[in-house]
């Protein structure tokens, strides 16, 4: 990370309509600072109005002015910078707001943005062309928008909510967020920069993936950031809610957010139609509305199970997930696949609904069962094997600090793992192409434990020896070398995973993989391995080399 210099100016961001540039008036008038407003320098620069420039130059010559008057803005001392509404998309003039200005997000709800928008229109002297409001339903558009921006505006140090508020005192809000940043930046904002993992983007949502270590109580600042509001609902189960219950129930409140709890049974047994139900049960009895919040604190389980909740109560409510589980911060928590279990498969019943944001305290690891955080290696382990070859050597030469839970080096780890899911996602939301890789392994693991009636392996044990299963197969396609199985093998037992059990039946276990979500055309669609890094799907796998190599990974 640059060097941040002091806080020369302040900037503000935000959605169209948010009052960026009346507010930056004020705010200069306030301090006394230089106005700068980089739709009217982009204007002075070109001799053209901005609707004039994308109609003949586009939307590329746009963003080349912005980011030029943005580049000279931020060379100014003590100057007020009301910015354009997507200038924070840009990854250059993010770095360069956040190194040189206290960056303050203006906030509203959609519903205010569309009204402001049309008062604006219908009621200005001087009205502007309003793209937003084209169309037949432009409420709709500024949500999908707005949606769409939500993660870069979280990055601000300072977030104003302005539906409720007159000019005076969204200028007030902004004066007092620069008084608080420049007191306390240095340590806070190099912080709030290391937590940013990475940000999941797919075509139907963006969100950020914040992972650091002791971040619990950033929560509700983080969902205010990330423009949410309401009643916030946690899910979580009787073994974690009672550790982290009310110290998750303080950070909301504090940042305004009325709580409700409801607490389940641990387990892959909660996970059904059943337990469904009386959540629901729960939700109608406390009113919930559509811009109230499910909050999913814990593991896999959790975070399944509620945004299988949030999916599908009013046909679909904001959530989040704070998972508690390294298998659910590294791989469950992110990419928005919900769902619940059947008696005949797992995960039969769900959907692809994604969250609004994910924060991973790393910390809540060190409270977690032996067994559960051995199991949660299995899929950092695979992120490495099938995308990251750099990235598994890292774990095998951090292996001992890595079990230890040594602070830095694991909440690394953890981010790397995570923005390698989020990358997958990004590109193949709904598992129509690349997003199959990410279940190298879990095509035997979940059959052994729908074979095992879910009752004795967690989930990434299960993985782990269908991992090696798949690396056999590999091998026996004449794809994988016997040296990189042996290789994934020694790093899953270094880590304390299994690599093949005993006591399922054969037959169970195959009953189960013919129910497995990746078949397609009554044929199992294998991921398999190339090389270290290098995943392969395959449809074509012999049914015999399967039964020899199930045989070896699940013996009598």
Known sequence: MRHRKANNNIALIGFSATGKSVVAIKVAEHLNWTLIDTDDEIVKLSGKTIPEIFKQDGEDKFRQLERKVLRQACQKER???????????DPKNQSLLLETSVVVCLEAKPET???R??????????????????????????????????PYYAVAD???HTDNLTLEE??????????YISKHHSSSKQSTEADLACIVETATASYPVFVGWGILAKLGEKMKQAGLSGTANIISDEIVFPIYGARVKKALEKDGFAVNCCVIPP?????NIAQAVKIYDFLIERRVERNDVIVALGGGMVGDLSGFIAATFLRGLPWLQVPTSLIAMTDASIGGKVAIDHPRGKNLIGAFYQPCLVLADVQTLTTLPQRELTSGWAEVIKHGLILDADFLQLLEDKAKDLIKLKPGITSKVIARSAALKAQVVSEDERETGKRIILNYGHTIAHGLEAASKYDRFLHGEAVAIGMMGAAKLSHRLKLLSQDAVERQKALLQKFGLPTDCSGVLLADVLAAMELDKKVRGKAIQWVLLEDIGKAVIRSDVPEKEVLRVLQEVVKP
């Open 113 to 115: 943005i569309y009204q």
């Open 158 to 160: 300072w977030t104003v």
């Open 170 to 179: 969204v200028s007030q809000e902004v004066i007092k967020g620069w008084q």
């Open 267 to 271: 387990g892959e047994a909660s996970k």
């Open 117 to 150: 928008l049309l008062h604006d229109t219908l009621y200005s002297a001087n009205p502007v062309v309003r793209p937003l409001l084209a169309g037949d339903n432009p409420l709709e558009r500024i949500k999908q928008l707005k949606a769409h921006r939500q």
């Open 79 to 89: 100057a007020v910078v009301a910015t354009g509404g997507g200038v924070i998309i």
